[in-house]
Nanobody, 125 residues
Framework: QVQLVESGGGLVQAGGSLRLSCAASGRTFSSYSVGWFRQAPGKEREFVAAVSWSGPSTYYTDFVKGRFTISRDNAKNTVYLQMNSLKPEDTAIYYC??????????????????WGQGTQVTVSS
C-alpha cells in the first residue's frame, strides 16, 4: 500500500509558477511510476505528466510541454511537478498517482493503483 499526499497548490497570476509535490509513504516508492493528472470543474480528469520508476523517462501531454517539468527524488519519496508560464486554463485540482507496474507509465487513469487527495491550482488572468 502506498499513501500519496499532494501539496504546493495555490493561487497564482497568469505567467507565474508553482511547484507541486507528491509525498509518498508506505512501500518502496522508488519502484513505482508516478503520474500527475488534473480535473477542472465540469471536465474529465486528464493526464498531465508522468515519470518512470527509475526517473530518467518522462512523459508530457502536449499542452504542458515546455512549461511543466516532472521529476522525482526517491531518497525523499517525493515527485515534483514544476509548473511555469501558468495559464488560466491550467486551473484545476491536480492529483498524483502511482503505479506498481514494470511498464512505461501510461496517460490513462486506469493504469495507476494509488491516488492522492488532490491540490487546488488556480491561475488568475
Amino acid at each position: 500500500q502506498v499513501q500519496l499526499v499532494e501539496s504546493g497548490g495555490g493561487l497564482v497570476q497568469a505567467g507565474g509558477s508553482l511547484r507541486l509535490s507528491c509525498a509518498a509513504s508506505g512501500r518502496t516508492f522508488s519502484s513505482y511510476s508516478v503520474g500527475w493528472f488534473r480535473q477542472a470543474p465540469g471536465k474529465e480528469r486528464e493526464f498531465v505528466a508522468a515519470v518512470s520508476w527509475s526517473g530518467p523517462s518522462t512523459y508530457y501531454t502536449d499542452f504542458v510541454k515546455g512549461r511543466f517539468t516532472i521529476s522525482r527524488d526517491n531518497a525523499k519519496n517525493t515527485v515534483y511537478l514544476q509548473m511555469n508560464s501558468l495559464k488560466p486554463e491550467d486551473t484545476a485540482i491536480y492529483y498524483c498517482a502511482a503505479a506498481n507496474k514494470v511498464l512505461a507509465p501510461q496517460p490513462k487513469a486506469s493504469f495507476y493503483d494509488y491516488w492522492g487527495q488532490g491540490t487546488q491550482v488556480t491561475v488568475s488572468s
